[in-house]
């Protein structure tokens, strides 16, 4: 296994052109590692459940092609204490920000104006990965 692994992120997103360049950025400014996308709930979900230990992040849009986020938030929530879901949408409202942290939900991003957030964030996830790397270590 590389020491520098980067921050291995699974993203929810039905915008191929959103989810490629949110990949990109991220990749770039945060050293996240994707490990695969989904554009519908089920798809998710499948993922998420089949691949419980290959993830540290799970980045959630709400509305999808089939489904919603809501229902791939809900089915992570036994996730390990490391394992972050934060939600990226277009709709990131009083309402949906209320729901998503009686979820469990560690953040939520609204795309318009706060990708800069989620970079903080993802570099703050990455930053602890690597502390808890070098104590077990």
Same mark, same amino acid.
């Given at each position: 296994?590389?020491?520098?692994? &980067?921050?291995?992120?699974?993203?929810?997103?039905?915008?191929?052109?959103?989810?490629?360049?949110? #990949?990109?950025?991220?990749?770039?400014?945060? &050293?996240?590692?994707?490990?695969?996308?989904?554009? !519908?709930?089920?798809?998710?979900?499948?993922? /998420?459940? @089949?691949?419980?230990?290959?993830?540290? %992040?799970? =980045?959630?849009?709400?509305?999808?092609?089939?489904?919603? &986020?809501? &229902? #791939?938030?809900?089915?992570?929530?036994?996730? /390990?204490?490391?394992?972050?879901?934060?939600? %990226?949408?277009?709709?990131? !409202?009083?309402?949906?920000?209320?729901?998503?942290? %009686? /979820?469990?939900? @560690?953040?939520?991003?609204?795309?318009?104006?706060? =990708? @800069?957030?989620?970079? @903080?964030?993802?570099?703050?996830?990455? !930053?602890? /990965?690597?502390?808890?790397?070098?104590?077990?270590?």
């Amino acid at each position: 296994m590389k020491d520098n692994l &980067g921050l291995r992120t699974f993203i929810i997103e039905d915008n191929p052109t959103i989810r490629e360049n949110l #990949v990109a950025a991220l990749e770039e400014l945060a &050293g996240i590692e994707p490990v695969g996308a989904a554009d !519908t709930e089920e798809a998710g979900v499948r993922w /998420l459940k @089949d691949n419980p230990q290959h993830w540290d %992040l799970a =980045i959630v849009d709400i509305f999808l092609k089939q489904g919603n &986020g809501i &229902g #791939v938030i809900s089915a992570c929530r036994q996730r /390990l204490e490391s394992q972050k879901v934060v939600v %990226l949408s277009n709709y990131a !409202t009083p309402d949906i920000r209320k729901r998503c942290a %009686l /979820l469990d939900v @560690d953040a939520v991003f609204d795309k318009s104006n706060e =990708i @800069d957030a989620l970079i @903080d964030f993802c570099v703050t996830q990455q !930053t602890d /990965l690597d502390n808890a790397k070098r104590l077990s270590q």
